[in-house]
């Protein structure tokens, strides 16, 4: 058995803490508050029923300054350097905000360590004079699932299960065979029959993920899969497992440390089950309290307007309430009507003094032709960030002298169709005014078919310069 | 005009030479040896017309010595702590082996950093108590044509072009298109009529390339394209460009780099337009001469049966004549039966000691599902390193005891339809023998229709499990 010669490994793994005592993460019901040490195989609250969420109770109060800001600002730079694997994974790296692991626990795919964009073009038809996008499509399987995962899937393997599962058609299941592959586990994934996403679940597949159709909906799917996992030694790996969310809270502090540890003054996130945004939102909320930041940025949340169950719930009842509807939306990955993380979401909107907003199918496919612009590119549902931004510009709610992120969610590749519909003209296929075509003409390029002569491209080219200086 | 409170930029960019003078950078025949300042449109030599190279006049003998390889280590290491922008690009990080350029005329969309992964179920099928893979699909629009693009791209917009141009239906223009538009260019993308790849078509539409499909053959676009940039101001960015070369040396860099610089016993590169193998070679022999590393791999190139001039050329002639082929395999990405490279590639070989092999259609499927089962995935034509792997280890090339790399190239995400082919059964569509179709299929995993209930999944389950300890 040769080894390769990889880098010396480099232990940095002392956390920076005044106590040597460090009491482990625990699982709270975010409905009746009770405490437990161990989930249940649904991740539901043995209780109310309620959503689970993981708290550490060395952060509460006074304790939380056992950790030291400074030290550790100091210690994930350095890991920045190191060769060792955990460090090099942008979820790891902030290992001291997560549930305590072992290395050898860990499943990882490199995950995280995504770029800030500055958006030049978005930044001027939002009306702003400076606008960055942190791009989370840049991770693995193309999606920020791997970041939740990456936390959720190293959890099960822990716990000795061979098989992982989930219910979805996206980039859930991408990213959970990844894991699932890459830990030695088995995954099955659950879709009603006749709804396959099929260039997304090619990823599952390659993957080896164990795949049934079953003759229900996706509501149908996860009843039975809940059953599954009582019956048989199968992980869920929804978006209700609150390890999902621990992985993903780390993009904010990544971001944070990517700005220097100054809060920006505004993140936008796409809203489609919440978990993203409860995500972040309760990453923005542990940092402060720990004192690695000073305040909190305000957290918004756009839905598209067939899929705004948060925006109603918000508007119709405050919040108290969950208001579900029929989603239908071509961006496919916010397409839900129903969203698990709710409730999280009113919070971190409470907390950080955020709002909601609705976007139509056009200003979607406007707004991802404009990210585009900028060679960046995303999937129409991480879209609705630049076309709400707008919207909240417009309000007034984000003023032009104020920093604004915005969270991209999935690559470009996730989704091609999209891209090309969009181009031959075919996406809306003649549900929309003229003066929606009129807007939309000027960002669609389909190809030109010419004859194979010089002057015939030259002709093409100078067309196009003219109509870029009318 | 707000400014986002961005992390401090430290400067990290004196060159550790010995002397202070640099002297730029040179281009040169491959053909008659001849030297360049600057290029011609064509990139072509103005006497021979062979491909021309880049070369660095102080790295020649013993001027080699004015950079001292241990303190450019160190640099490099710095680096990775870095937030200033040209130093989180895993291209430019390395700017001391790269043409000279001010940070300000640098176009990048971060490329390069890409993991390094660990292929345990690869390692096994190929018979090698280890084996990694460094994936080149990581980068930001998923293949590895970024690493050169944002150096040519660059060059093209510090001298002044407004538009640049490619004949490519795949990754070259995908990333082209990404990097004119970061770059604030225009850019034109010739295909020929009807041989359109729309999936990945769909990114250069998306960052706002023009397309001409033009009533040809992709050689008549070549011919077409070559005579528009000797009329328009029109930047050529096809793989003739030496510039594209010098960032993908890179990718060799950077793993030299996660390989503590310690060089592997073998690389294994796939082989279509052999780009991409010259510039990991040409990266090698400039680190040993720079005393980078101590000792060559050996880089050894894979085609896929039906595309392998290079492949013929060795067999037929030792390399002394191209000898073109009539390209056809589903690996789209290295469908090329002219390679533009062949003579850099065939130095290359020589250089490192070398070797060559082709692999079938079905030998590409089996490997990109073996890669999939590592938690990784990649497009067809980034398995033919597998593939090739596993015919040199029969052939005694490649021994058991000796370091492996495989250079993956481009991202799963960029042929959905090939997976999808591959798992329903129809991507041979009856055109394999029984045999080959038995050991394609325990890979294979269409998707299982099943009544909604618990009874049903459960039994799935339990078959599956079964099915593994057969």
Known sequence: MVNLPLAPIRMTDQVPSKSNSIRPSQLRCIGCDRVFEKATQNFRC?????????????????????????????????????????????????????????????????????????????????GLPQLYAKHQGMNPTGSFKDTGMT????????????????????????????????????????????????GKLSQALDYGAVTCQLKTDFDGCMRVLNEVVQRMSVYLLNSVNP??????????????????????????????????????GKAFIEMRRLGLISRLPKVSIIQAAGANALVRTMRENGGSELVTVHAETAASAIRIGN??????????????????????????????????????????????TLAGLKKLVKQGFVKPGESVILILTGHLLKDPEFTLKFHRGDLFAGAVSEKEVSILR??????????ATVDAVVQTLKAADDQLEL
């Open 243 to 280: 390890y999902r969310i621990e992985g993903q809270k780390t993009a904010a502090i990544e971001l944070m440390e990517q700005l220097d540890w100054q809060p920006p003054d505004h993140i936008i996130v796409p809203g489609g089950n919440l978990g993203n945004s409860s995500a972040l």
């Open 46 to 126: 043995a209780h109310c029923g309620d959503l689970l969420e993981i708290v550490y109770p060395d952060w509460n109060t006074s304790d939380a300054a056992r950790l030291d800001a400074a030290k550790l600002k100091d210690l994930w730079r350095q890991r920045r350097g190191s060769r060792f694997p955990v460090d090099e994974s942008g979820v790891w790296r902030f290992r001291e905000l997560l549930p305590s692991f072992g290395e050898k626990d860990v499943i990882s795919l490199r995950e995280g360590n995504t770029p800030l964009y500055e958006m030049p073009n978005c930044a001027r038809v939002a």
């Open 339 to 384: 969203p698990a993380s709710w409730k999280k979401a009113v919070t971190v909107l409470e907390a950080t003094s955020g709002t909601v907003e609705e976007v139509s199918e056009v200003e979607i496919a406007l707004a991802k032709a404009e990210i585009g612009a900028d060679g960046i590119g995303c999937e129409p549902a991480s879209a609705v």
């Open 151 to 198: 936390v959720a899937a190293s959890v099960a393997r822990r716990e000795g299960f061979r098989w992982v599962s989930c219910a979805s058609t996206g980039n859930t299941s991408a990213s959970m065979a990844a894991y699932a592959a890459r830990g030695g586990m088995r995954s099955l994934v659950l879709i009603p029959e006749g709804k396959v996403s099929w």
């Open 442 to 451: 000027p960002q669609q390029r389909a190809p030109i078919v010419l004859d």
